[in-house]
DNA sequence: CTGTTAGCGCATTCAA
DNA sequence: TTGAATGCGCTAACAG
């Protein structure tokens, strides 16, 4: 652990002033060639690296961009991260990540830590932050939210419509001749799992059917909800022909707890997901979801951020993310 | 985007000197009551955050620690990362994380961006460094390598013993009866994925049985991988009862690729992962794996770091990782 | 107990 | 083109 070296040694060694160092260093200005090739010499031979605080403090930019995540462990972040990571790619800036655990202190921490560390932008996936501690942040920062609309914010807000997702993937198992239609729900408190009951609730009013509060389990977004949901209907015999979790995850566990009681999906039972995730791709059989263009939202997140870094007066366009269903293996017309 | 609000507006505010406004913040040593109760107010009052920058610049750490993670998608990395996470909670160090992408030149450049940026230490899941960056780098920082077994560096190290965790999945297919198992490999260049092909050879070995070349799958840790496997050695007639995949992801795509020829797992042909990942507890069927413990390794890489840290003169206690496997129902009894 | 002062490493202004 | 000097925000001696 030896001191690590400064323009000073450089400076020395070259035998110039560490204005000349800096000079060259950046580019700021010219230098004589002579002087030049011997910083670059010194500078190379003693292995330099800018102490980034040091510059930040000077220059008032730490060109870091700050990432509140939610659960590193979850599949949606995840996929977020990665967009935000290109997005980002050659801009000069570097996103760091820090974790808020879906608790609102963990996220109040983080996010001063992250200030403190002087981000230059905020970029936060979910979370339970108010909407108007989001706002007074947005006054601080440039920032960019995914997975959350907050009224006054919309321009920065990478977010599908959560309503008309699940209006699509309800509709869909409605045109398919599925009249019982279970649907597992994300955690109340959370408004993207509020939206899809809501898009739920009305695909079946646009269709006529009446809504059946037996047909709709409170879930957590976890695979365990997908089995305890299935147990409760069957148990209670609830007759349905399609379930329509309000994510994959718990589109995975509703799919064991039907293996567990040997019924075939999509043949016995259609499943409907939401996320779209990576995995749903090769799960048994692959499943049918709604596709949240994950990577796009980061790098769309990124660029939020940088258009607010780069051109502050121009206005920020609003984002463009387009609503699909992924249609897969899991779902098939209801037997007659 | 006002200014920040530093020590010298409090003092100025408390009508103190900025030393003790420093005082009274980090109570480095006493203040008089009343001089401190008007800092304290004025700090709120201003909503003061300090600037880690300056803080970091002249203490000379940043109380921060560099983890460089390949693929924040990846769910392997992402269980760690939360065992990274659980691990520094109220040690007063932040863990910060960037990526990889599995590109040495983007490891480098994290890295160098991490130091930079005056980190206190560093863990690095997985990677592409060489050994030898490894110790230079072990040299200058505390340092935790995660899923990575460099000589010299062993009780930095949290890793399981991958030739170990082969041999006994394969030994476990052995014992129930399979005579021909097909082994779909990692990435070659990656040590764990030879580490693992090695067990599954002493396995072989040690049980009387014949390698057969045949039965092994280049594969590249990806879940097409599994896919691929499958349509090779089906379509090639190349005759298994049981197939080890060098991790879960493949086993993933594995069962896919044996669905769609109408094979059934366990039933027809019994499937081992790698890694032990949480959704496969959710595979159908559930899946057979060793277990890597991945929260505890990333905990453990936490309490490395810390130690080495905290107590630098003290010895690196050796890490303690057992190796495990998670019997579960994707494998049975071969067919007479 | 408290204020003054000297840096931490760097970019930048001001003279030369 | 260059060096000396200044200050970013903060902590830690150093004198009182």
Redesign the pocket.
Known sequence: MT?????????RAA????????????G?????????ARVLAAAQELG?????????????RSMTIGVLTQDIASPFYNEVSRGIDAGFAGSGYQPIFVNGHWEIQDESAAITALTRRQVDGLIILGGRLTDQALRDLAARFPLALVGRRVPGLEPMCLSIDNVQGAFLATTHLIQLGHRRIGHLTGVPSQRDAVDRLEGYRLALADAGLAFDPRLVFEGDFNETAGILAVEHWLGQGVGLSAIFAANDQMAYGARLGLYRRGIRVPDDISLMGFDDLPASQFTLPPLTSVHQPLFEMGQQAASAVLHQLLTPDEPLPHPDLPLTLSVRESVRYARP
């Open positions: 001191r690590n070296v400064t323009i000073k040694d450089i400076a035998d110039v002033s560490i204005s000349t160092v800096s000079r060259t260093l950046n700021s200005s010219a230098v004589a060639g002579d002087k030049r330099y690296e800018p102490n980034a605080a040091a510059q930040g403090l000077v220059r008032g």
